[in-house]
């Protein structure tokens, strides 16, 4: 464990200072006079979820926009007893609900589901990931064209990747912050992190809960908290940490755990502790 938290990859991302692209925006377009315009890259049980007290909140705080788009994965759903089927984005914008990941419980009507990755990233100043990561590589490079030049990320991907070459892990935001640097004006972009020991449905039904937002948008720029408020709620949580590295390592290690304490508890003769 120590030696995981002590290899370079997660040491470069807690101490690499990097400013944030002010001068790639107009002078009357600073941080703190731009709305944010929020994007939700992806629409499962935990995307669908989190959307939540983001669309709420987005439609209350002023310095957002009011309508988020979320990024959908477009299938066939089944929609009623004879079989007929529908696009999963349609019935979301219709009905307000996502019948095949969240079922019986309803969303924002300020939250929009669109089946294009470029239209719904579109002069984006924050995007919230919450997809598998293995479908992030291609996307990524569909974003990072059409974002706003000040964008920013917070990945709610939980687990880690593996670099073979170097026999290290590979921290997800780093992944994203990779990929999206490549275009010119995202030099600096910068990705956080939100973890916690969720359930999707928990947040969905507003339940109580807790979660850690790690992120370093820049002093004093007033991203850090802004960004916090977007998440939080009355029954969710969110408290602001910086270090990153961390707080993604334990988001991952979290399940390591869970799984082992569910197997022995599972086991029949066994002491309690």
């Not at 926009?65 to 914008?93: C, G, H, P, Y």
Request: aromatic share 4%; with cysteine.
């Amino acid at each position: 464990m120590l030696k995981l938290l002590r290899c370079p990859v997660l040491s470069r991302v807690q101490s690499t200072p990097i400013d944030l692209p002010t001068s790639l925006i107009a002078p009357d377009q600073t941080f703190n006079s731009m709305k944010d315009k929020v994007c939700i890259v992806g629409s499962g049980n935990w995307g669908s979820a989190i959307c939540i007290p983001v669309g709420m909140n987005c439609q209350r705080l002023p310095n957002c926009e009011s309508i988020v788009n979320m990024w959908v994965f477009d299938e066939e759903v089944q929609t009623n007893e004879d079989k007929a089927t529908r696009k999963l984005s349609e019935v979301i914008n219709e009905k307000h609900e996502n019948i095949k990941y969240l079922p019986g419980i309803k969303l924002p009507e300020n939250v929009v589901a669109v089946s294009d990755i470029e239209e719904a990233c579109r002069d984006a100043t924050l995007l919230i990931f919450v997809l598998p990561h293995q479908f992030l590589p291609p996307l990524l490079d569909s974003i990072r064209h059409v974002v706003h030049p000040s964008c920013r990320g917070v990945s709610l991907i939980k687990g880690m990747d593996f670099d073979k070459k170097l026999k290290t892990p590979v921290l997800i935001s780093c992944q994203i912050e990779k990929v999206m640097r490549k275009s010119t004006p995202l030099r600096n972009f910068k990705c956080g992190a939100l973890m916690g020991a969720n359930v999707a449905d928990e947040v969905a039904k507003g339940q109580v809960c807790e979660t850690t937002l790690a992120c370093d948008f820049g002093k004093g720029s007033g991203l850090n908290e802004r960004t916090r408020l977007i998440f939080d709620s009355q029954t969710l949580r969110v408290q602001h940490v910086t270090d990153i590295a961390g707080t993604e390592v334990c988001g991952a290690l979290k399940n390591v755990v869970a799984l082992g304490a569910g197997f022995v508890d599972g086991l029949d003769h066994l002491g309690g502790n």
